[in-house]
């Protein structure tokens, strides 16, 4: 099984950008689709990003995903922050056999 | 609109059983696979596997297999997760989630 590391926390200020990244451990980030998960504090997680870059109806323009293949990690990038994006973020992918999500991002808007 | 809506709470002692439904609207249920995630108090994210929606063939995820079984009723667009044999680590919310939308989530708490 591969894993997906994402940094313990970030933070910045409102109106600024920030990137989470989410690196695996083995196999390619580009053979499977990776998905972005927001989870405020006592909520249920909800789509931010899925197919790699593709964001859910509802979804506003400042939150985008990529990935790249010379790091192997996917990235979340959210522009324009809004202390309403204070949250925990996960990533998420799979293999043949298996669906990995990584171990979370806390974001702090402040 | 899509949705996806789970039973509440559960309070169990060790050793009992538990049920928690998943109920679909909004699309149709054999479209997609149906996800469950476990999230212990405090904790991340954790893939317990999934259920074919079409075929019933249930996926379980190391870690998961024996105590954990998924099912479903397309009669009435709903899945199911039973635990049985039931541990106090067994203690979290459990989520179901197809391909974009998430449920509310269920918390289970086992206690004696």
């Known amino acids: 099984n591969f894993m997906l590391t994402q940094p313990h926390s970030v933070s910045e200020s409102p109106g600024k950008t920030v990137t989470i990244s989410c690196t695996r451990s083995s196999g390619s980030i580009a053979s499977n689709y990776v998905q972005w998960y927001q989870q405020r504090p006592g909520s249920s997680p909800t789509t931010v990003i899925y197919?790699?870059?593709?964001?859910p109806s509802g979804v506003p323009d400042r939150f985008s995903g990529s990935i790249d293949s010379s790091s192997n990690s996917a990235s979340l990038t959210i522009s324009g922050l809004k202390t309403e994006d204070e949250a925990d973020y996960y990533c998420?992918?799979?293999?043949?056999?298996?669906?990995?999500f990584g171990g979370g991002t806390k974001l702090t808007v402040l | 609109q899509v949705q996806l809506v789970q039973s509440g709470s559960e309070l169990k002692k060790p050793g009992a059983s538990v049920k928690v439904s998943c109920k679909a609207s909004g699309y149709t249920f054999t479209s997609y696979a149906m996800n469950w995630v476990r999230q212990a108090p405090g904790q991340g994210l954790e893939w317990m596997g999934w259920?074919?929606?079409?075929?019933?063939?249930?996926t379980y995820a190391q870690g998961f297999t024996g105590r954990f079984v998924f099912s479903l009723d397309t009669s009435v667009s709903t899945a199911y997760l039973q635990i049985s044999s039931l541990k106090a680590e067994d203690t979290a919310v459990y989520y179901c989630?197809?391909?974009?939308?998430w449920g509310q989530g269920t918390l289970v708490t086992v206690s004696s």
């Open positions: 197919e790699d870059n593709q964001r």
């Open positions: 998420q992918s799979y293999d043949s056999s298996n669906q990995v």
């Open positions: 989630a197809d391909g974009t939308t």
């Open positions: 259920i074919n929606t079409n075929t019933g063939n249930p």
